[in-house]
Nanobody, 125 residues
Framework: QVQLVESGGGLVQAGGSLRLSCSNP????????MGWFRQGPAKKEREFVA?????????RYADSVKGRFTISRDRIASTLYLEMNALKPEDTAVYYC?????????????????WGQGTQVTVAS
């Protein structure tokens, strides 16, 4: 079983930065691809934000966050990160980390088997 715990969310002004973390206390996701998704207010579905494969060699980003967000992982610490810069009000959402079913990570929710509880990010204009 993969347990994921997000942290680092909060309230920030537009243009500011936040760093989200996702820990895996039982260290059972080191060989899995990982990803970040978000669900904005009044949105019915979560949308893909970024993903990283098991060894950090390949990363993918949604067009809306390219150049502003950076996904990374520390396999030894079994922690996933999302560095968010130049935040915009439309980035306001609950952010979820997820562990993929395999070593690679794609942009679809069906690729992921385990999810964290989410952390709220609010960007004020």
């Amino acid at each position: 079983q993969v347990q994921l715990v997000e942290s680092g969310g909060g309230l920030v002004q537009a243009g500011g930065s936040l760093r989200l973390s996702c820990s895996n206390p039982r260290r059972t996701s080191s060989n899995n691809g990982m990803g970040w998704f978000r669900q904005g207010p009044a949105k019915k579905e979560r949308e893909f934000v970024a993903s990283i494969d098991w060894n950090g060699g390949t990363t993918r980003y949604a067009d809306s966050v390219k150049g502003r967000f950076t996904i990374s992982r520390d396999r030894i610490a079994s922690t996933l990160y999302l560095e968010m810069n130049a935040l915009k009000p439309e980035d306001t959402a609950v952010y979820y980390c997820a562990a993929a079913r395999g070593a690679m990570a794609a942009g679809t929710m069906s690729s992921y088997a385990y999810w964290g509880q989410g952390t709220q990010v609010t960007v004020a204009s």
